[in-house]
């Protein structure tokens, strides 16, 4: 099965039949492994709403992580921020807000006000250069579709992103801050005396889901990315576009059923038998939908192996390594998936590259190779632990 941040396809949709379906974007991507168990429209550009806030709190967490901000540091409130549309916590300007409760607010709240407080405060006070660090952020994780114009996600006619790149981020912050992640599944907060509820209904209803974000404007619909866990399968879902809030849930709800009912106890997913049952609606007949694309998982040979080639300081220098790589054996690594693994090791943080997907044999080769030429690789049976995955160019 091809991995899903490499698996590009080309979708017709016939929407004579179901305008409803046809309008919406959808994938379900398995947590641990990060391969796609269903796709619809999910490279399509859309609206992202305050799914946007995923971003700005990526790049805070990552802060907090490299000890550029604390939790208990105080940010002033600009005019700008103050004057931010809702949902809104109803900051002043002029006034200051502890980080800690930014982050609950964008969360829980949605807060505008203090999606945008963070934002200046990354960047200086200047939120249009912190979307440009939001977007070469998205780059640098995969979201390869994905523009960010500012730190809330109030409509821009050039703010766009896709289902698919939503669901890398949602993949990229419970993986790489395992610390904060459970934050995301928190539906009030106290702040000044008041408590502050949330409106991510899942949270409450759905058994197993413990994350993250929900989004609307009027010109992107209802929006949310979603994360569930039950037994030893987690996936992430991501749905965007719907016209009334109800419609996400029960979608995002039927998708993650299907997938537990399929899953039993750690059988092998059929991927078409999964598609077919989330198209399926309850009477039986199946929705009128044709794809220009045909997945499949049968008569293929293994590619589970992975050869790992280093360590290093920092992410970048481990992906260009990686992508070094891959070039020197695009004959082999053309179609395969470049991974980069978060360490920590004697204190210190380290980045291992890996590229993963290889058939057994071809992984010794290619190690033979590189250290023929003195460089390091391993060829190792892939683990499905890695902490991320990045796409090859």
């Not at 409760?101 to 006070?125: M, Q």
């Not at 054996?329 to 890996?354: P, V």
């Amino acid at each position: 099965m091809k991995k899903w941040l490499l698996y590009t396809f080309f979708a017709l949709c016939l929407c004579k039949a179901d305008m409803a379906f046809c309008a919406t974007s959808s994938i379900m991507i398995d947590a641990s492994s990060g391969d796609v168990l269903y796709q619809k429209n999910a490279d399509e550009k859309r609206y992202p709403a305050s799914l946007t806030k995923l971003m700005t709190l990526y790049i805070t967490f990552n802060a907090l992580e490299n000890g550029n901000l604390k939790l208990t540091d105080e940010l002033k409130v600009s005019h700008i921020a103050a004057g931010r549309s809702p949902s809104k916590l109803g900051l002043n300007a002029g006034d200051t807000v502890d980080v800690k409760t930014c982050i609950l607010a964008s969360i829980i709240k949605s807060a505008n006000d203090c999606a945008t407080v963070l934002g200046e405060a990354l960047s200086g006070g200047n939120e249009r250069e912190f979307a440009k660090m939001m977007t070469k952020t998205a780059q640098k994780l995969g979201m390869k579709n994905t523009t960010f114009k500012n730190a809330s996600g109030l409509n821009h006619s050039e703010q766009k992103t896709t289902a698919r790149d939503m669901a890398v981020l949602g993949l990229a912050i419970y993986h790489h801050f395992p610390k904060y992640y459970p934050l995301f599944s928190m539906t009030e907060f106290e702040y000044n005396g008041q408590i502050i509820t949330g409106h991510n209904n899942l949270l409450k209803t759905y058994d197993g889901a413990d994350g993250m974000k929900t989004g609307y404007t009027m010109a992107a619909g209802f929006n949310i990315v979603t994360s569930a866990k039950r037994g030893d399968h987690r996936v992430i879902v991501v749905t965007m576009g719907h016209k009334k809030v109800e419609d996400r849930d029960e979608t995002t709800a039927m998708m993650m059923d299907k997938f537990f009912d399929h899953a039993g106890n750690n059988q092998k997913i059929d991927i078409e038998k999964l598609r077919v049952a989330i198209e399926t609606p309850k009477g039986g007949q199946k929705k009128t939908t044709d794809y220009a694309y045909h997945i499949k998982t049968t008569s293929k040979p293994k590619n589970d192996y992975a050869i790992k080639i280093g360590a290093f300081s920092n992410y970048d220098k481990a992906l260009n390594h990686a992508k070094k790589v891959q070039n020197q054996f695009a004959s082999k690594l053309s179609a395969q998936n470049i991974r980069i693994d978060k360490l920590k090791t004697g204190g210190k943080t380290l980045y291992r590259a890996q590229i993963t997907g290889i058939q057994q044999a071809d992984a010794s080769k290619l190690c033979t190779a590189l250290k023929n030429k003195g460089q390091d690789c391993i060829a190792v049976k892939f683990q499905s632990e890695t902490m991320f995955a990045e796409g090859s160019n």
